[in-house]
């Protein structure tokens, strides 16, 4: 990468971290960012970030729908950890959703060196956001949950572990993170509550669980400090946090096993389901998935298939419930 771009990139993460963005959100920039300039100077012979005209932009984004998946890499030192070429979906065609998160971050960066009085007018101004088509997410059966539980052998630590963590997040819709970084001092038996110190958008919440999960946990910690004392409450074998890749590979290997496609926060999405199903309001469940306001809890659930509206309509049909 030319010297210009490392100069203006570094004082992009200088500004990101002052603002108190997370380690994944800086990431997300980084791979972005170094991905956009190796194509402008590959493709356009642009070695300074301020020559970048807005045609140079859309191109990329077309660049981006005719290249596959992980057929570029923004650090080569990766491509020797990850092994990108490797992955069944390499070469397969990026998604409207990766392409407009490409899109948002690239007019953070342009936007940041307009108020540095770096450039006079971002070469972004211009261009629309795209706007991916929403998939709907599937809602797991009650049979495909227990198939997936039913790999996890129990008297093992480290299933024992994932099996408790996936029934967790499916009680209370926690984040992969959040479920990794809990504590047992941040448990209330007595309230049925947890507390959730500094999730995504920096704010303490809590969140509840069920009578059946609070015996399960008791369970769970007594067998837990016959082997670590460690602060966490799922810790690794040398009682460390455990690490979320390696917590979102163990879901998903179990889920290969029971043949369901399956991850963590898509058992985030189904207790959100479940629970509007139940007739759970969004008011409540935008305080439990701790959401910055009621509108962005019903924008990501409002994605129901006509079954799923069919089984809602049933339980709470006017005509059922009236003694008429």
């Known amino acids: 990468?030319?010297?210009?771009?490392?100069?203006?990139?570094?004082?992009?993460?200088?500004?990101?971290?002052?603002?108190?963005?997370?380690?994944?959100?800086?990431?997300?920039?980084?791979?972005?960012?170094?991905?956009?300039?190796?194509?402008?100077?590959?493709?356009?012979?642009?070695?300074?970030v301020r020559n970048t005209k807005s045609t140079h932009v859309r191109q990329y984004i077309k660049h981006l729908k005719e290249r596959g998946k992980y057929t570029v890499v923004g650090n080569e030192g990766s491509q020797q950890i990850n092994f990108p070429d490797h992955r069944t979906d390499h070469g397969k065609q990026i998604g409207d959703t990766t392409i407009a998160n490409y899109l948002r971050n690239i007019k953070v960066f342009f936007n940041f060196l307009k108020e540095e009085g770096e450039i006079r007018e971002?070469?972004?101004?211009?261009?629309?956001?795209?706007?991916?088509?929403?998939?709907?997410?599937?809602?797991?059966?009650?049979?495909?949950?227990?198939?997936?539980?039913?790999?996890?052998?129990i008297t093992i630590f480290h299933e024992y572990r994932t099996y408790m963590q996936m029934r967790l997040i499916l009680d209370t819709g926690l984040r992969a993170g959040e479920c990794c970084a809990l504590i047992p001092a941040d448990i209330d038996f007595r309230t049925k509550s947890m507390l959730v110190r500094n999730p995504k958008n920096h704010m303490e919440r809590y969140v509840y669980f069920?009578?059946?999960?609070?015996?399960?946990?008791?369970?769970?910690?007594?067998?837990?400090?016959r082997f670590s004392d460690s602060d966490f409450l799922f810790p690794t074998i040398r009682g460390t946090q455990l690490d979320v890749r390696n917590f979102e590979k163990s879901i998903r290997k179990a889920g290969i096993k029971a043949g369901v496609e399956i991850h963590p926060h898509q058992l985030r999405n189904n207790f959100a389901k479940y629970y509007l199903l139940a007739g759970g309001d969004f008011a409540s469940l935008s305080r439990i998935l701790g959401h910055s306001s009621i509108e962005v809890t019903q924008q990501a659930y409002l994605d129901f298939t006509d079954e799923e509206v069919g089984r809602k309509y049933q339980r709470h049909s006017p005509l059922n419930h009236l003694d008429i």
């Open 210 to 225: 069920s009578h059946k999960l609070s015996r399960e946990l008791k369970r769970w910690m007594m067998y837990r400090d």
């Open 1 to 48: 990468m030319a010297r210009e771009s490392d100069i203006f990139l570094n004082d992009f993460f200088v500004y990101c971290e002052s603002k108190n963005l997370s380690r994944k959100t800086i990431k997300s920039y980084d791979q972005t960012l170094r991905l956009f300039f190796i194509y402008l100077e590959n493709e356009h012979n642009i070695t300074d």
């Open 122 to 153: 971002a070469p972004t101004k211009r261009i629309e956001n795209i706007k991916p088509k929403r998939r709907k997410k599937p809602l797991l059966s009650k049979h495909d949950l227990q198939q997936v539980l039913r790999q996890f052998d």
